[in-house]
């Protein structure tokens, strides 16, 4: 007592001055509030901005390709808009009715979902451009056909599709295409999809159920939360009516939206399960500590005003606020918790005065600030968009945290309180921890540590593959995957991606990859591939197939001649049908195809022009897993023709940020070392050792367990490291407090970050769940190991300029 | 497309419109064996061409397997329907097999078809408009498919008949028109060659096609 009231008496010119610079700012500062209270309001509020859900905008979007960027995102963002129905039954007639009645409910919220196109073979006008261009356009099995052809062979043909009592099928008359060879393409193209048009509706088979086809387009993004609410019961209540019409009648439901709104669902879940719970703890907590609501109401104000302008500011910066950010976000920010903590926990502040209590713990709580900022500026200095963003969010949430405890607490600090009892609970728990980590057992529970996490290192194994961090409930997946098997959809995260200078050329490419795709088909590697060659065949392949044909059959004295005659026809017909054919001169060209309704489900893979090069995307459909790499050497040698794997890319890339922000974390700890020199001279390596204890012992927990090491446990580990280097900051500083009321904050804060970022541990989001685990065995190991390593510092030859040279 | 076979096996079924009297009447006057057989003479009318083609040969159908087109003249050819494919072969050698993997267009028809074989005449009405007049002992009818796509491969419909479907005829949407007519129905199994029996797969009747 008598250490800490001497210097008021002595400075009390000062700190009427310091008193009064105190209070304009904390003006300043509820100035600033508002104004952030005002923003949240306008843009949540007034412009209803909606919270961004897509797990991938948090991730990076890497290639420094452009065109395999675009290419990976038009497929992704194609992919993304899709819903795809499928409402079947045994019994056709059940089937049609109940996929009726579903679309019937759908159809009530026309503006956000509307029936989409697909391939279903259309109408005559929508074909036009490929019949008008017929001659040019054969099927593999055809052109070789005609190549090796011996002569009356095509004519035998024709005049065999003739005795057939089944309808012809084509487009236009028979005459137009005799040997049938546009019929043939036409239903090559038809094979992309099993789906056909059947009673005024689309309709698939699979063994013994018939499908009705409902392709849905959603109008708003998959991940927009708004879109998500107003779209989930449509579905939900369309899937029960449908199910009325009888019990066999099965749903299946595909499409980015419903794992969108599953993971959205159960982060807003866990955001107020997660967040009331820490809430509530904390709340406890301090209650048990303080007995009274003040202290919690100081907390729950410094975190609310932390928060607040950390939305406003992430709000004003960013145009799109990730849901995470929010979640995670906030429970960083409960971290801030310590500095009320920290300033609540000083006993003997109405003694010394509030403000200059504040002022004499500002250089342990900027230290603290800073180097949990230094921390978050890992984070930010991650290619993470979502990482990025959390750290901002984060960042200004402490600092106004941090700022409203320094800045308000003082004047809004009721009479003293604080329950002495506490307080010798916790310092009895720290004495008799002391007792049995630093006594007989000492070195014995040392070496056993150390082997443990010698063990758990050795042991400790790198996974970074992304499909680890996404949680679909299972039956989800498995309609996903049946759809997509009934469909024949292509897989849209594994693509070929083209680039070529010309239009052509890009078509010329697929071409030749085309030829290697066919051959692993063959092999049964995969089972097909869509291209817009298939549509559009280079103009190449269109003049040498045009060519071919009017070789091999339209030549004088051919195949013409000849089925003419076996027809009864004289040699006007002949000409005829050879000026019909040899009249065409133009080709197909990708913008026909593009205008066309039968391009609108497969526009994706064309990107067309990309500055000054052409590109183009091939999606593959049923990859045997075991094939994965033969496929993907499909494109080697091949000019111009890249193997992109989505997920394969972006965990590489999880991986090699994994490996450097280890390297980035430590050389965190020697810059803050580095910082730490001039304030505690040879002791700094104590303020340091805790978090580095935790840290490796974290980790070797997760070696032990068997569980992979990967980027968010890194990332949790900087956390730690800036957490747990608070609290041994906090040993440090105070020892000029009364005893015990440092461990003591310390103890309050470590409970309160377990119950905000340990109980993530229990989130079923994997990102989540490992920064949770990798907290909770971090923040308990640095609390526990911050009093032996700083236990010394009390007696230490430390200067303290906080305390004006005192000692 | 197959739309003759699909006629040919309409023997009792198929027209049904419950508002319209004359589609029971036409119901009532048709016969229903499980398996038949009889003689057809088909000619094509082609636009752009000056004379007709033409062809006759033998059909057999079976309720629950498919239908054997045997084509005797100009040249032999026979084309199996079933199922799941349709095959045409010359002198026992195959020369073409589209099955419902390759085309699944095929199987809706099949089972359109064979749903119609089974005594299914709400299908019908679900994928034709159907319009039908009877006269005496006779009775004509026309189908015109619902759907865009189907009208494309199957065309306009029209039969005539008294106890069996004796005429058909099959318009497309360029022109091409397809005419058959029948005669010499016989009905029962036993009118079955062992041949035709073959080709059905022996023995007849396996599985019921519905209950």
Known sequence: ?807 | MIVALLVVLLRGAAVASQEDVALTRIQAMLTHPDAMCGDFDQRKTLVGMQRAVRSSGRFCALADRGVLWMTKLPFASTLRLTRDEITESQNERITSRLTVKEEPGLGVINDLLLSVLAGDLKRLGASFTVTATVDGATWRARLVPKDAGMRRAIGLIDLGGGEFVRQVTITETAGDQTAITFAGMVTGLSVLQPDELRAFGSPARRTPLRP
């Open chain 1, 1 to 807: 007592m008598r250490l800490v009231r001497q210097p008021v008496a002595l400075r009390s010119a000062h700190s009427v001055s310091a008193t009064r610079w105190h209070r304009r700012l904390a003006w300043v500062w509820l100035f600033v509030v508002v104004a952030a209270v005002a923003y949240n309001a306008k843009v949540w509020l007034g412009e209803r901005r909606s919270l961004e859900t897509d797990f991938m905008a948090l991730l990076p979007t890497d290639e420094s390709d452009p065109v395999v960027s675009r290419a990976l995102s038009q497929v992704a963002v194609s992919a993304e808009q899709n819903v795809l129905v499928l409402v079947g039954a045994p019994d056709w007639a059940q089937a049609r009715e109940a996929g009726l009645r579903y679309q019937r409910v759908i159809a009530r919220d026309s503006a956000l979902l509307s029936p989409a196109l697909m391939a279903s073979m259309g109408s005559d006008s929508a074909l036009a451009s490929w019949w008008d261009h017929r001659h040019g356009l054969l099927t593999d099995e055809d052109r070789a056909a005609l190549r090796t052809a011996v002569p009356g062979e095509w004519t035998q043909r024709a005049l065999h599709d003739l005795l057939s009592p089944l309808g012809t099928g084509r487009i236009g008359s028979w005459k137009e295409d005799p040997f049938a060879l546009f019929q043939h393409w036409l239903r090559a193209r038809a094979a992309d999809t099993p789906v056909r048009p059947v009673d005024g509706v689309l309709r698939v088979d699979d063994g013994d159920m018939h499908y009705v086809v409902l392709p849905l387009q959603l109008r708003a993004p998959a991940f927009a939360l708004q879109a998500q609410r107003r779209v989930v019961p449509l579905f939900v209540e369309a899937r029960d009516v449908a199910s009325r019409v009888a019990p066999a009648v099965r749903v299946l439901e595909a499409g980015m939206v419903f794992p969108a709104a599953a993971a959205a669902t159960q982060a807003n879940h866990e955001f107020s399960t997660i967040g009331w719970g820490s809430i509530l703890g904390i709340v406890i907590v301090t209650w048990l500590t303080f007995r009274s609501l003040r202290p919690i109401g100081l907390i729950l104000l410094s975190l609310g005003v932390g928060t607040i302008t950390a939305m406003a500011v992430t709000a004003w910066w960013y145009p799109n606020v990730h849901l995470l950010t929010l979640v995670f976000g906030s429970s960083l920010i409960g971290v801030g918790e310590d500095y009320g903590a920290h300033y609540l926990c000083m006993s003997d502040r109405r003694q010394r005065g509030a403000v200059l209590a504040v002022l004499a713990a500002l250089p342990g709580l900027s230290l603290a600030l800073f180097t949990t900022l230094a921390s978050f500026l890992g984070l930010a200095i991650s290619p993470f968009p979502g990482l990025q963003q959390m750290a901002l969010f984060s960042s200004v949430g402490l600092a106004a945290t941090w700022l409203t405890v320094v800045l308000w607490f003082p004047a809004l600090d009721g009479p003293q309180v604080g329950s002495a009892r506490v307080i010798q609970w916790f310092d009895r728990v720290r004495e008799q921890w002391e007792r049995v980590a630093l006594g007989r057992t000492r070195g014995a529970l040392g070496v056993l540590t150390a082997v443990l996490v010698v063990i758990g290192l050795a042991r400790l194994h790198a996974n970074d593959d992304i499909r680890l961090l996404q949680s679909l409930p299972e039956d989800m997946i498995r309609e996903q995957t049946a759809v997509g098997r009934v469909l024949n959809t292509p897989f849209a995260a594994q693509t070929f991606v083209i680039r070529a200078a010309s239009e052509q050329q890009a078509l010329e490419r697929e071409e030749a990859l085309r030829v290697r795709l066919d051959s692993l088909i063959a092999q049964k590697a995969l089972l097909g591939y869509q291209a817009a060659s298939q549509w559009v065949p280079s103009r190449a392949r269109q003049q040498q197939d045009a060519a071919l044909l009017t070789r091999q059959l339209f030549s004088v004295g051919g195949e013409i001649d000849r089925l003419g005659a076996a027809l009864g026809e004289g040699a006007a017909w002949t000409q005829e049908m050879r000026t019909v054919t040899l009249h065409q001169d133009s080709v197909v060209t990708p913008s026909d195809w593009l205008a066309s309704p039968m391009s609108a489900p497969l526009r994706h893979l064309w990107l067309g022009q990309v500055g000054s090069v052409w590109g183009s995307v091939v999606t593959l459909k049923g990859v045997e897993n075991t094939r994965m790499t033969d496929v993907a050497q499909a494109a080697e040698g091949l000019p111009g023709v890249v193997w992109a794997d989505r997920i394969d890319s972006i965990s590489s890339l999880l991986g090699r940020y994994r490996v450097r922000m280890s390297w980035v974390l430590a050389a965190s700890y020697l810059i803050v070392w580095l910082m730490f020199l001039p304030r505690y001279g040879r002791a700094a390596w104590r303020v340091l050792a805790p978090s580095v204890c935790a840290s490796l012992i974290a980790a070797a927990t997760l070696g032990l367990l068997g569980q992979p090491l990967q980027l968010f446990h890194i990332l949790g580990l900087f956390l730690v490291f800036g957490i747990g280097v608070d609290y041994a900051i906090f040993l440090t500083e105070h020892r000029h407090s009364p005893p015990g009321d440092a461990w003591f904050a310390v103890g309050l804060a470590s409970i309160s970050t377990l119950l905000s970022l340990g109980l993530l541990a229990l989130s079923e989001t994997p990102v989540l769940r490992a920064f949770g685990a990798t907290m909770l065995i971090g923040i308990t190991v640095s609390t526990l190991a911050s009093p032996l390593f700083c236990r010394t510092s009390s007696h230490s030859n430390v200067s303290d300029p906080a305390s004006g040279g005192q000692t």
